[in-house]
């Protein structure tokens, strides 16, 4: 498809953490190569308005839906209070609307935004919603005891945050058996940076392991790992520590292409189980070792699917795990030859997919 005029389309993501961030930096890579002269606006706000402005996109800062925690863990009713105020400021619609309406959009993306999906509904814009939340909603899993509470306020959440769209764009590196067979649920695999595509072939093995955690909150993890004296561990997530070394352990800040350029190096991956990282460390066949966040069934599940496929192992942020870190670290060959070839990406469906929804918008 070619385009003969500008046309402009809009993006909301999720704010909370770099993974929705990471998707949409995919996403705008192959969109905006295949068609040069669409223009994308970027609605969101906590660590993806930072992580999308310093890469140069037009980005729109908005209040964003975030998670309470308390010593790592997630505080359901805290989260629910501070973001029902958040949901129940008009102020907030007002000034996205505006924005909006500026741009005289012809489609909007969303991944797992709250704001611009309700706003777009009024204005008669189409929606596409992309998103790996869907997999909780939409899929049929076990579900343990301990975790059924935490399934629930997940499922409560992901049903008061999503809006009905067009289409329902689902991306996971696992697709358990669907519950209903809904004509605009498309399943497709993880969507991932041209980057880490290209490395697929070439990335490189060097002995270190590499640590990401969320922020401060994960600092007991360093003395665990300081004890495992017959590794190297290089761990991004503390901003304050970027730069210090202690013993077999060197610290980074988070920066986008360190970051991926220590992935592709690294022996294995040990981080918290958000969906991205996981898929990016499989495609470049890094084990996984998935730390979930207590009371984040999300996370839960994604490790739970992590060990079940035999890409890793899965364990709960909490307490005293450094057996099962050594018990991960001894078993890395058996991971790697469970990896190769696990899944096939979904950016190429996705991609056609919204094309397909331009070109029918009408005078395009």
């Not at 046309?7 to 890579?29: D, P, Q």
């Not at 209040?63 to 949901?87: C, D, E, Q, W």
């Not at 997999?135 to 809006?163: C, D, F, Q, W």
């Not at 561990?233 to 292409?257: E, Q, V, Y």
Request: charged content about 25%; overall charge positive; some cysteine.
């Amino acid at each position: 498809m070619k385009l003969e005029k500008p046309i402009h389309i809009i993006y909301s993501l999720s704010g909370e953490g770099r993974g929705h961030a990471t998707v949409a930096l995919a996403i705008h890579k192959e969109l905006t190569t295949r068609l040069p002269l669409l223009k994308i606006h970027y609605f969101c706000g906590g660590k993806a308005f930072y992580f999308l402005n310093e890469s140069g996109l037009d980005v729109t800062k908005i209040p964003h839906l975030s998670y309470s925690y308390k010593k790592g863990a997630v505080k359901p009713f805290s989260t629910f209070l501070k973001n029902l105020r958040i949901m129940l400021n008009k102020k907030n619609f007002i000034s996205i609307k505006e924005q909006i309406i500026s741009f005289s959009p012809v489609l909007c993306l969303c991944d797992f935004e709250y704001f611009v999906p309700k706003i777009i509904k009024k204005l008669k814009i189409p929606l596409i919603n992309i998103n790996h939340q869907g997999i909780i909603t939409e899929t049929k899993y076990p579900v343990p005891l301990k975790e059924r509470l935490n399934h629930l306020s997940a499922v409560l959440g992901i049903h008061m945050i999503s809006s009905r769209a067009l289409i329902n764009i689902i991306t996971s590196f696992f697709i358990p058996p669907v519950k209903k067979n809904k004509k605009n649920n498309i399943f497709v695999g993880p969507i991932i940076r041209e980057n880490i595509e290209n490395s697929r072939k070439t990335n490189l093995k060097k002995d270190f392991v590499l640590v990401y955690v969320m922020d401060e909150s994960f600092s007991w993890i360093e003395p665990l790992l300081s004890e495992i004296t017959e590794e190297n561990f290089i761990i991004s997530g503390f901003p304050a520590a970027d730069g210090k070394k202690h013993k077999n352990i060197i610290h980074k800040k988070i920066d986008p292409d360190v970051f991926l350029e220590d992935l592709k190096d690294c022996k294995c991956v040990i981080a918290t189980s958000g969906h991205t990282l996981i898929a990016e460390a499989l495609a470049l066949q890094k084990p996984v070792l998935a730390l979930y966040q207590p009371n984040q069934f999300e996370q839960f599940l994604n490790a739970h699917f992590l060990e079940n496929m035999g890409y890793g192992k899965s364990i709960e942020a909490k307490g005293n795990i450094l057996p099962s870190i050594k018990n991960f670290l001894k078993n890395i060959p058996r991971f790697e030859k469970n990896i190769k070839n696990c899944f096939s990406t979904g950016n190429a469906k996705t991609i056609d997919i919204i094309i397909e929804e331009i070109r029918n918008r009408k005078g395009y």
